[in-house]
């Protein structure tokens, strides 16, 4: 089927319309904190932190990087951060 102009049009409309609600990792670094604070608090409504979810489901580094947020907020939240002896143990464990 021949691609008509105005097809085109839509295409790259579409397109620019993705890339504008797209975040970078860039974005995703500057965000990621505000976005662990909103979720503990609920859901995520705001279109920036929806794009960010959006790129943590995309991106492997930055997910790895959100996940270590999230638990660190959570041993705020539930005070439960482990004390130095504990830290170091579990560092010896992982050798
Ligand atoms: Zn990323």
Redo the contacts with the bound molecule.
Sequence with gaps: MPVIPSEIQTFILKVALTREVE???DD??KLSAHLVEVLLDGAAQEQPLLAILQ??Q??????EEFKVLQDCAQMDLENSWPTFEEMWQRLEELR
């Design positions: 975040a970078s990792c995703c670094a790129h943590l995309e991106c492997m580094p930055c997910a």
